[in-house]
């Protein structure tokens, strides 16, 4: 019997609560908040490439603006190369840690996520009426010698994006030593196996931590290869644009 942590499968519940509701809309606006943060991000990246070709570029014609251009094309082009290797690595760190976990937990069944499901969705049953799920992964809980600490399980990438990770991640620093001496009371060296699937989670969690922060590089550098191609041939414009909006104010 584990003294040291409990497992739940996942499971798609149907939930049409007035608060539920409130939480898909919700997730819904969150959408729009990380489509903004693009469109943000890639203004900035944008208007670095600017300040760059403003700077370098004094006779602004196509001879001069599209080698430039491919230098940042090929830095953008260079960063993704790199980072897609890594992001790769990360993914199979990933997968590698959580077949480990599966096998070293009997009770855990190899429950995976449909990658095509939503964490929060609603299906349209009839006019203006709808069923509302919310999908929950597996969840592990460790328990300490005063409190304990849930985590979901992540099983696909679609998890890296839609669970909380940082503040799980986050959580998971802080229990520790209040699980480590939760397992140390027992005696039982089989008990002591579950500092394992705790650091076995904690990798998993990691993992995915490296694996975003490869995406985000890989962001930015697609970012420069598209702000490359704009200014290449259209740098002129976007100046004289850029002139005559600074004068009318």
């Not at 909380?164 to 620093?173: A, E, R, S, Y």
Request: charged share 15%; with cysteine; net charge positive.
């Amino acid at each position: 019997m584990e003294y040291n942590y409990s497992i739940k499968e996942g499971e798609l519940l149907l939930n049409n609560s007035k608060r539920f509701k409130f939480i898909v809309w919700f997730m819904f606006l969150f959408r729009i908040v990380k489509l903004s943060f693009l469109l943000f991000s890639f203004g900035i990246t944008a208007y670095l490439t600017y300040l760059i070709f403003e700077e370098c570029i004094t006779d602004a014609t196509l001879t001069n603006c599209i080698p430039l251009g491919s230098i940042f094309a090929t830095f953008g082009s260079a960063v993704i190369s790199v980072v897609s290797l890594y992001c790769n690595k990360q993914i199979g760190f990933f997968q590698e840690n959580l077949l480990a976990l599966y096998e070293q937990i009997p009770i855990l069944s190899s429950w995976k996520r449909w990658p095509f499901l939503k964490r929060y969705s609603r299906e349209k049953i009839a006019a203006f009426l709808y069923n509302y799920h919310m999908l929950k992964n597996p969840q592990i809980t460790f328990n300490g010698n005063s409190c304990c600490l849930t985590i979901s399980l992540p099983t696909c990438t679609a998890d890296f994006y839609d669970l909380p990770i940082v503040f799980n991640i986050i959580k998971m620093m802080w229990f520790h030593k209040s699980f480590m001496q939760s397992v140390i009371s027992h005696q039982n060296m089989q008990e002591q196996q579950d500092i394992f699937i705790f650091y076995c989670t904690l990798i998993i969690y990691k993992n995915i931590i490296k694996y975003k922060f490869g995406t985000f590089l890989m962001l930015i550098g697609s970012e420069f290869v598209l702000a490359s191609i704009i200014f290449s041939f259209f740098y002129q414009p976007i100046h004289d644009f850029l002139l005559s909006v600074a004068a009318y104010f």
